[in-house]
């Protein structure tokens, strides 16, 4: 199992840019969340998915926007990117079931808007 | 969601036992506890979870009064590589918003 993969990496935008950040799990696990930590800063949720075609807000959903038209799928699309969203973003899963409500974590994406 | 307080930081020496207490005074009945750890450049990974008493597992111990306002994590014996940011979270089984606090920067010294 890959577990949690997030591509890109890095990325660098210019303000007003779009783009997509991309986030897949092969674990089978029905949730699934974006997360962003700012410097020095403990983890923000951003959107968070209960299953295929289901997701809600975190508590900071502004600027963002996501889909989840698959189990293995979440990605998070930033529509004009500005310089409050540079920040470190993490996608995570987790399978919610049998007691175990585990949140496992991607390698995470580094977004810098300038 | 109940709000936690921990350490800013905390320094210990190779070979001890380190302890970082989380508080959480209004957490509710059907709460948990969860302790990550964080190594710079990488996402959150879990560590221990768990109600109320003990609960051990291969890294760690967490230990919760009767009172459950408290809890706190125990690593015997750490070395330089648990240097790393741990996070004590409270949530509940039916709400998905986590909230990490600034965690605890724990610092291994030689």
New interface residues.
Partial sequence: NAG?TQTPKFRILKIGQSMTLQCAQDMNHN?M?W?RQDP??????IY?S?GAGIT?K??VPNGYNVSRSTTEDFPLRLELAAPSQTSVY?C?SSYRAGGD????????TRLTVL | LAKTTQPISMDSYEGQEVNITCSHNNIATND?I?W?QQFP??????II?GYKTKVTNEVASLFIPADRKSSTLSLPRVSLSDTAVY?CLV?N?GN????????TRLTIIP
């Fill in positions: 949690v949730y969340y997360y020095g800063m403990g983890l923000k949720l968070y209960v809600d975190g508590e993490f995570a409500y585990t949140q496992y974590f991607g390698p995470g | 948990y969860t990550y450049s990488q996402g959150p990974r879990f979870q996070y949530s089984f998905e918003k986590l909230t990490f606090g600034t965690g």
